[in-house]
């Protein structure tokens, strides 16, 4: 497959979109990013690199964050974690309290804010160092030492962060949480505020893609079958209320973040990552979205 030209084609193709969409205004450091950016960067499992733009500034990665903390939550605790978290798409915003109330404290998805909160919680609780170790696995997963939090964005967005706080209480009301509720709230912003670029991104979905080898970064493992059922919620839960439109257009399982990237893949072939810092409505990349629905529809290639 000629990926270079694909992407250079797409490129062009999404260029018209540079103007549309808006910043995350609820998080003052995010609302401060030059919007004018695009980047893509695809690794096939063969071990091939393909880019076009803005693939070396880093960004905050924000709600793909949560696909790295699932990852860990599995590895250290296994089905146990379903206790507390489910596994159905929830339809409804990625901050949404409504539904929350309506079940009782167990959050639809481990990829919506209640559910990547519950599974910040169990990280506090099983991690050693839980910093330091989310941090060594990410490092580990994207093969760059340099990839860190960044405690500014993190910080700004407690300060705005009374949603999530919300959130955060009524999980501790019913009883989904064993820590201390700022203690949870610090370490899930900490998660989001992570930075990677498009290739950084692109390197650290490549193991939930390539399936001949095993998925073990340090002291975070994971089998066939969990890697397997992580790209399903991906699928199914990885764009919030955007989720169905998302699959429509695209065909590839994918997490999104309100920093605007989207890392995704094609199972036993590639991953992708794209950055655009444009939102629409649900809190997706413009360009990103657009991008991805070219890609699967010029190469052919989907999971459908
Ligand atoms: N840190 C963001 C929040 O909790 C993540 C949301 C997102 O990226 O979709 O609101």
Redesign the pocket.
Known sequence: MDYNRILGEIATEVEPLRGEGRL?E??PALARVNPDRFGICLLTTGGERFEFGDTGERF???????VFSLSVALSLIGEELWQRVGKEPSGSA??SLIQLEIDHGIPRNPFI?AG??VVADVLLSSLPSPEADYMDFLRRISGDQTVDYNRKVAAS?REA?Y??AAITNMLKYYGNLTNDIEDVLRF??L???VEMNCRQLAQAFLPFADRNRRFEFGNVSLTYSQVKRINAIMQTCGF?NDAGEYSYLVGLPGK????GGIGAIYPCHYSVATWSPRLNGK??SVMGIKALELLTTYTHESIF
Do not use: D, L, M, R
């Open positions: 995350p609820y998080i905050s990665i924000q709600s793909i964050t949560k990625f901050n804010n990547a909160i967005e962060g949603v999530n899930y912003f998660q989001c505020s919030y999104s973040g309100v920093g809190g997706n």
